[in-house]
């Protein structure tokens, strides 16, 4: 799929994996738009890569926030792309606490409505604003990457609401490329695995002595330009469909 000339949102881009991801698309010719809800960096990143990009306030629990992103996005070319690399509210804990108290059910609910309803949400609206543009070739309408997480396959120990969302979005990966392929339009995940961003307020080196030393190879947390690198890879590729791929440095996550 061609990015040059056309256009892209990436929900969560002034984060971490999202700026990362905005930039290799803006780096490739791609008019991004920045779909977040932090404001001041949204807007300084959209500056900082000039006349590529557009900040636009999204949250991905409310529809009427993707659809003006979208048409920000068709204002400058059809829409190609859209990548999920939001953030949002994690419950944390066992099932049950060390009082025999079960955890609360609605932390479970906030941590699915980000994270895999937002997702979903992202993914049924872009896709449809794809649906009806017209095709570039064999490369088709459009291309969706969402964000997983390892923690979708092998979660730890007090993850049960993250695991389910995460696993979630792994689940829908291959059933919505059959659902969309028709109208040319591929669907692709990725699970990344421990990566070091402004997040953990701490210098890299640091977060990877405390953090990194359980990876294989390379010996380090992930970096996000590492990931949006990936991306960009994944939507240049036609014949990858249906598929998550994990960036992890061959790391699994243990109980713990």
């Not at 794809?130 to 964000?147: D, L, N, Q």
Request: glycine share 14%; charged share 20%; hydrophobic share 45%.
């Amino acid at each position: 799929m061609r990015l040059s000339g056309n256009s892209v949102i990436v929900t969560g881009g002034a984060g971490g994996l999202g700026e990362a991801t905005c930039r290799a698309l803006a780096a490739a010719g791609a008019a991004v738009v920045v779909a977040d809800v932090a404001d001041d960096k949204g807007k300084a990143l959209a500056d900082d890569l000039g006349g590529n990009a557009t900040y636009v306030k999204v949250d991905v629990s409310e529809p009427e926030d993707i659809t003006a992103a979208i048409a920000a996005a068709q204002e400058r070319g059809p829409l190609r792309a859209a990548v999920t690399a939001h953030g949002g509210y994690v419950l944390a804990g066992r099932i049950v606490k060390k009082d025999n108290s079960p955890l609360e059910l609605q932390g479970f609910r906030d941590t699915l409505e980000p994270y895999l309803t937002g997702t979903y949400n992202v993914m049924r609206l872009a896709a449809a604003a794809m649906a009806a543009s017209e095709p570039e070739g064999e490369s088709g309408r459009g291309v969706i990457v969402t964000t997983a997480s390892i923690a979708g396959y092998e979660g730890q120990i007090g993850q049960v609401p993250y695991a389910a969302a995460k696993g979630g979005v792994i689940a829908m990966t291959l059933t919505a490329a059959r659902d969309l392929a028709p109208m040319g339009i591929r669907v692709l995940t990725i699970a990344p695995g421990t990566f070091f961003t402004p997040a953990f307020g701490m210098p890299e080196e640091q977060a990877t002595e405390h953090f990194g030393q359980g990876i294989p190879f390379p010996k380090r947390m992930g970096r996000p330009a590492e990931y949006g690198h990936l991306v960009e890879s994944m939507i240049a590729n036609d014949y990858l469909n249906g598929e998550v791929i994990r960036i992890d440095g061959a790391h699994r996550f243990g109980p713990r």
